[in-house]
């Protein structure tokens, strides 16, 4: 999936939501130490930035050299970009070898991957004890009025994306999750959780124009996101100057290698 992103970078670093602390102090707590963390799909560096709290040396990596020339500067995160090219033990060497990683996080992204790649290089590199944590989320909550005209557009949306998306959909109940539950859902069962932000009608629109299946459609020459419907959103937001306290409905999967 190498990059899918790229095009809509900017929108991506300024429209997403954050990650509540709490999350990665509840999963810090999960590790009996706290050397390294690698934040894989690290994009402009929001979760890497959070681990770091907790975490003496964070990696961020990335297929996109673009999301990567946005990641955002922390002295303990170090930002690395990881072609499609790159082989497991170069990779490996790159973080800090086998058996070296107390904490894996993937922030919206682990749908992407080739997962029994992905999931092999995480058994090799995660220390006994480690924990690999991945979580998405996958609608919002505005209103009564607003949330039917979103379901729709997400439904007009679904033919140009990858079919990887349907996880994303799904509530990564149907993900691939061959580790050992550590309290934070497992495989067929995420943890639901939900991401309060305060939100314009701005930043909703910078959300929906990040999407890929936006960016793909327009290249194909389809506007999923039409003068006609701005309207529609914007009257069922309440207008353009309304500020709202919205919920994002986000999942996780958190778990060990086992033994």
Not at 19 to 34: G, I, N, Q, V
Not at 113 to 135: E, I, M, T
Not at 147 to 156: M, Y
């Amino acid at each position: 999936m190498a990059g899918l992103f790229d095009k809509q970078a900017d929108l991506y670093l300024d429209s997403r939501p954050a990650y509540p602390k709490e999350w990665y102090s509840k999963l810090a707590d999960l590790t009996p130490h706290h050397s390294l963390a690698w934040d894989v799909g690290t994009g402009n560096g929001q979760a890497a930035i959070g681990v770091a709290e907790h975490y003496k040396q964070v990696i961020g990596t990335d297929v996109s050299e673009s999301q990567l020339q946005r990641a955002m500067p922390h002295p303990l995160v170090r930002y690395a970009h990881t072609p499609l090219t790159m082989t497991d033990d170069e990779l490996i060497a790159l973080i800090g070898g086998e058996s070296s990683v107390d904490l894996v996080t993937v922030a919206q992204a682990v749908h992407w991957f080739d997962l029994p790649k992905f999931y092999s290089l995480v058994s090799r590199l995660l220390k006994p004890g480690g924990v690999l944590a991945v979580w998405c989320y996958n609608h919002i909550e505005v209103c009564p009025e607003f949330d039917p005209i979103v379901k729709r557009l997400e439904d007009t949306s679904l033919p140009y994306y990858h079919r990887n998306i349907q996880y994303v959909f799904d509530g990564y109940k149907t993900l691939p999750f061959p580790f050992q539950s550590a309290g934070f859902g497992c495989e067929g069962s995420p943890l639901a959780l939900d991401i309060p932000k305060k939100l314009s009608f701005e930043g909703f629109l910078k959300m929906v124009r990040s999407w890929s299946a936006v960016n793909t459609a327009k290249e194909q020459g389809v506007d999923l996101l039409p003068e006609k419907l701005v309207k529609e959103f914007e009257v069922a937001w309440g207008g353009t100057k309304l500020v709202r306290s919205v919920s994002y409905k986000a999942f996780m999967l958190a778990g060990k290698v086992k033994v």
